[in-house]
C-alpha cells in the first residue's frame, strides 16, 4: 500500500471489504466496500474511526499504520465518531494492548459503548465525552510543526442517535464518517477523488446512492439538519468513514447527500420511472411489456427491476430517486405476491414517499392483490393514477390499456 497523506500529519487508513456479499449483513453489496480510519499525528496521536475484525480490518489497519511508521500502542486517542460495530468492534482489543489510550465521543455514544464493548471498571475513566463545538489541541504537527487541532459537531441521527462529526481545524478536514460515504472498495492504493476517472466517478456515484438509500436514506431530515451545522464551516477535505476522499472537489458529495436528502422530504426526484415487476407464470410481466411501450414512446428513461433477482438494495435505490413507479405484480392467496409484500414493507421502513404510481397486475378468479396494496401503501403520500388490473392473460383490449397507462405515468412526470 501507498501512504496516503491529506497534509503532512495526517494519514489515510483504509481496509477493504471484497469478499462479503452484503453490508449490514443483508445488502448486496457487489463491488466492496472501503472502512476508512484517519491517523493524526501531532504531539498527540490520534486516530479517527476504527474498525472492526470484519475481513480482518483490524489487521489490515494496523499493517498500514506501521507504513506511516507508527503502532497502535503509539495512540493517544481515539475520535469515536460512531458507535456502529463496522467501526467500533475492536475497541476493546486496542484498549487492553494500549493502556494510555483515550476514547473522545459524545454522551450518547458513551452509553451506547457500555453495552457494546466490554470493558474494566477502571477503563471507563478512559473515555471523555465532547460537545457540539468542543474543542482539543493535539499540539505541533511531527513533520509539518503546524498546531493541529480538532472541533467536534454533534450530528445526530446520521444514522444512529450518537453521531458526530469531526473538524481539524489548520487542514480543514472534515472526517464525516458514515455521512458522505459510499460502497465501493478503494483497493488499488487510490483514495482521493482526484485520482478516478470520470468513469470510475459515475460507478462511485452508482454505489454511493446504494448506500444513501439502503444506509440514511430513513434519516433525510438530519441529514439536512447536519448539512445546515456545517455551513459556515470551511471545508477543504471531506474524508468519510467508506469510500473517497474528497479534496479537489469536496462540495460535490456534499451537495451530493443534499439532493439526496431531498428525495423523501420534498425535494426534486429524478425524471425517471422505476418499473418494478414480478411474475410467477408471465401473465404479469406481459403487461408490463405493454406498459413499457407507453413509457418508452414518450421517451422518459425507465428502469426495469424485476423481483424477487434483482437485489433489494437496487430496487430500493432506483425507487428512492425516480420521481414515477411502475409496481406490476399478481395475485397471490388471495393478497399480493410475496416478493412484492417484502418491497413495499421496504419502501415504508425507508421512507419511500411522494411518488406518481401506476399499479398493474394479473389475477386467477377473485383478485385481491390491489386491497392489499392500497393497505401497504396508504401513508406513502404517493399519487396513484389508476390501478390497472385484469383476469389471466392480457387481451388485445387490456394491452393498450396498459400501453396508455404507461404514455399517461410518463407524462404526467
Ligand atoms: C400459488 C398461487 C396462488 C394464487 N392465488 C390467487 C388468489 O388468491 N386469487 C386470485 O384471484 N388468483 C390467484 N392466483 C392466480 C394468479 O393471480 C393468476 O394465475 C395470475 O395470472 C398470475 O399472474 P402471473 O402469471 O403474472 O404470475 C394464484 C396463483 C398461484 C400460482
Ligand atoms: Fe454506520
Ligand atoms: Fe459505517
Given at each position: 500500500m501507498d501512504t496516503k497523506y491529506i497534509s503532512p500529519d495526517i494519514g489515510v487508513l483504509r481496509a477493504n471489504i471484497c469478499n462479503s456479499p452484503y453490508f449490514e449483513g443483508f445488502w448486496k453489496i457487489d463491488r466492496g466496500v472501503s472502512v476508512n480510519a484517519y491517523l493524526l499525528t501531532g504531539e498527540k496521536k490520534v486516530l479517527v474511526d476504527l474498525y472492526s475484525e470484519w475481513e480482518h480490518c483490524d489487521q489490515q489497519a494496523e499493517s498500514q499504520l506501521k507504513e506511516y511508521g507508527f503502532a497502535l500502542e503509539d495512540l493517544d486517542i481515539l475520535v469515536m465518531n460512531h458507535m456502529e460495530c463496522d467501526h467500533t468492534a475492536c475497541v476493546a482489543d486496542l484498549m487492553k494492548r494500549n493502556k494510555k489510550l483515550h476514547i473522545y465521543c459524545t454522551e450518547k455514544a458513551a452509553a451506547l459503548l457500555k453495552n457494546f464493548v466490554k470493558l474494566?471498571?477502571?477503563?471507563?475513566?478512559r473515555i471523555k465525552t465532547v460537545k457540539n463545538g468542543d474543542t482539543l489541541s493535539l499540539g505541533?504537527?511531527?513533520?509539518?510543526?503546524t498546531e493541529l487541532s480538532l472541533t467536534f459537531y454533534e450530528t445526530p441521527n446520521i444514522h444512529w442517535p450518537e453521531t458526530m462529526m469531526t473538524y481539524e481545524n489548520s487542514s480543514k478536514t472534515l472526517f464525516s464518517c458514515d455521512a458522505f460515504g459510499s460502497y465501493g472498495a478503494l483497493n488499488d492504493g487510490r483514495v482521493f477523488d482526484d485520482e478516478f476517472s470520470e468513469d470510475e466517478h459515475r460507478m462511485f456515484e452508482e454505489e454511493c446512492l446504494l448506500y444513501y438509500a439502503t444506509v440514511?436514506?430513513?434519516f433525510g431530515v438530519p441529514v439536512k439538519n447536519g448539512i445546515a451545522k456545517l455551513k459556515d464551516l470551511d471545508i477543504a477535505v471531506i474524508a468519510p468513514s467508506h469510500g473517497i476522499v474528497w479534496r479537489k472537489n469536496p462540495g460535490a458529495i456534499v451537495e451530493r447527500f443534499a439532493k439526496y436528502a431531498g428525495y423523501n422530504t420534498g425535494g426534486e426526484q429524478d425524471k425517471h420511472i422505476c418499473v418494478i415487476s414480478g411474475s410467477m407464470y408471465g401473465n404479469t410481466s406481459r403487461g408490463t411489456e405493454a406498459l413499457i411501450e407507453g413509457i418508452k414512446e414518450t421517451g422518459v428513461p425507465y428502469t426495469l427491476l424485476n423481483i424477487p433477482e434483482t437485489p433489494l438494495s437496487h430496487v430500493l435505490a432506483q425507487a428512492f430517486r425516480s420521481k414515477g413507479l411502475a409496481l406490476a405484480f399478481p395475485t397471490y392467496e388471495y393478497k399480493m405476491y410475496p416478493p412484492a409484500v417484502h418491497v413495499l414493507d421496504m419502501f415504508a421502513r425507508k421512507h419511500i414517499y411522494n411518488k406518481t404510481v401506476a399499479r398493474i397486475g394479473s389475477w386467477g378468479w377473485s383478485g385481491g392483490a390491489q386491497k392489499e396494496y392500497e393497505q401497504l401503501t396508504a401513508n406513502l403520500r404517493w399519487t396513484n393514477l389508476e390501478s390497472l388490473e385484469w383476469q389471466g392473460t392480457a387481451n388485445e383490449e387490456n394491452l393498450a390499456d396498459l400501453k396508455a397507462l404507461g404514455k399517461k405515468l410518463a407524462e404526467s412526470l
Open positions: 474494566e471498571e477502571k477503563d471507563w475513566e505541533k504537527g511531527v513533520k509539518s510543526g440514511v436514506a430513513s
